[in-house]
């Protein structure tokens, strides 16, 4: 037993300052009766039985020993030291760090500092997904520590080792150029619904639609109209003509221009027929025509959170993205076919 605290009846501990959060847990609340360092009083003691604690653990006079961390301090330390940009840190209580978003943006998380933490120390740290979109006081991750206390040697070793894996980066407010390509609505045979659908998305993550060129289905037309665009803009998108029809032109036409090709086919649904090329340094996104009927929630907003807050994407990130690459929409979609 460390030096400093001691566990006693719930009665015996009016007058004392409790050693640690001490929680009452019912079907419709939990939270803390009293926390660490308060003192305890008479009209705790009732609250404390009632919650099934007849003894608990009390503070001694000269209870700050040098060589612990006591689980509030502990779990801060943590999370400060995972904090990157765009994060603030809170308290929660009952041992609980919380990191909140500090502005809107991209959720970024090392996953492997966080099954580092998880494993060999008795820390637990718990995140969002990474790739998230948040806003300011979103909650992103909870730092936990298991016991009351840890020494300090282990606070100091695993908080040199976590800097800065969980931050939040900003849109950059970068202008994107809409690509349309069809011969029927080139032709006006067809009204044009995809400007419809990509404009709120790339407001919604900070970007802005600068312009339209609509174009037929040809190769040469549409590969000029995305070199056009690219000398207007930070950002281009291509709709329509990605499938494998053959008459289907749009990827080689992207291809044609000089981008260099990610991947086509992203792993998610819906909207797999799309792909991802960089001119340069700007990302080209060529999206089915499957982004007007799935409007709501399609790949776009997984590629636009990173894009627009000036992170490139990689081809085995990409691919990762098939495990949870199935959308809420796609299923809602399944389900109303079998109905």
Same mark, same amino acid.
């Given at each position: 037993?460390?030096?400093?605290?001691r566990?006693?009846?719930a009665? =015996?501990?009016?007058?004392?300052?409790?050693a640690?959060d001490?929680?009452?847990v019912?079907?419709s609340a939990?939270?803390?009766?009293v926390?660490?360092?308060?003192?305890i009083t008479?009209?705790?003691?009732?609250a404390?039985r009632e919650?099934?604690?007849?003894?608990v653990?009390?503070l =001694?006079?000269g209870?700050?020993?040098g060589d612990i961390?006591w689980?509030d301090?502990?779990?801060?330390?943590?999370?400060?030291?995972?904090?990157? =940009?765009?994060?603030?840190v809170r308290?929660?209580?009952?041992g609980?760090?919380?990191?909140?978003?500090?502005?809107?943006?991209?959720?970024?998380i090392d996953?492997?500092l966080?099954?580092?933490?998880?494993?060999t120390?008795?820390?637990r740290?718990?995140s969002?997904?990474?790739g998230?979109?948040?806003?300011?006081?979103?909650l992103l991750?909870?730092?936990e520590?298991?016991p009351?206390y840890v020494p300090?040697a282990e606070?100091?070793r695993?908080r040199?080792?976590?800097?800065?894996? *969980?931050?939040?980066?900003?849109?950059l407010?970068?202008g994107?150029?809409?690509v349309?390509?069809?011969?029927e609505i080139?032709e006006?045979?067809?009204?044009?619904?995809?400007?419809g659908?990509?404009g709120?998305?790339?407001?919604l993550?900070?970007c802005?639609?600068l !312009?339209?060129?609509?174009v037929p289905?040809?190769e040469?037309a549409i590969s000029s109209?995305i070199?056009d665009?690219?000398?207007?803009?930070?950002?281009?998108i291509?709709?329509g003509?990605m499938s494998v029809?053959?008459?289907?032109?749009t990827p080689?036409?992207?291809?044609?221009t000089?981008?260099k090709?990610v991947?086509?086919g992203?792993p998610?649904?819906?909207?797999t027929?799309?792909?991802?090329?960089?001119?340069?340094?700007?990302p080209?996104?060529?999206m089915s025509?499957?982004?007007v009927?799935?409007?709501r929630?399609n790949?776009?907003? *997984?590629l636009?959170?990173?894009?627009?807050?000036?992170g490139?994407w990689?081809?085995?990130?990409?691919?990762?993205? !098939?495990d949870?690459?199935i959308?809420?929409?796609?299923?809602?979609?399944?389900?109303a076919r079998?109905?």
């Open positions: 037993m460390v030096e400093g605290w566990v006693v009846r009665e =015996e501990a009016v007058g004392r300052r409790a640690h001490i929680t009452a019912s079907a939990k939270g803390p009766i926390r660490r360092g308060e003192v008479e009209r705790h003691v009732a404390l919650a099934g604690h007849d003894y653990a009390v =001694e006079p209870s700050d020993a961390v689980e301090a502990a779990v801060m330390d943590l999370a400060r030291a995972m904090a990157g =940009e765009g994060v603030e308290y929660a209580g009952e609980k760090a919380f990191i909140h978003a500090s502005t809107r943006g991209y959720l970024s996953p492997g966080l099954v580092g933490v998880n494993s120390t008795d820390f740290a718990m969002r997904r990474s998230s979109w948040v806003n300011p006081g979103d991750a909870i730092v520590l298991m009351l300090r606070v100091e695993v040199n080792s976590i800097h800065g894996s *969980v931050s939040v980066r900003a849109p407010g970068l994107a150029w809409l349309v390509t069809g011969t080139y006006g045979r067809v009204k044009d619904l995809a400007e659908a990509v709120p998305k790339l407001e993550y900070g802005r639609l !312009g339209k060129t609509v289905d040809d040469r109209a070199s665009a690219a000398s207007r803009s930070d950002l281009v291509v709709t003509g029809d053959p008459t289907d032109v080689r036409a992207v291809l044609s000089g981008a090709l991947i086509y992203f998610v649904k819906p909207t027929m799309g792909l991802l090329a960089y001119l340069g340094d700007k080209v996104i060529g025509s499957g982004v009927h799935f409007s929630e790949a776009l907003d *997984v636009l959170p990173r894009v627009c807050t000036g490139r990689t081809r085995d990130e990409l691919a990762s993205l !098939g949870g690459g959308m809420e929409s796609f299923l809602a979609e399944v389900q079998r109905s």
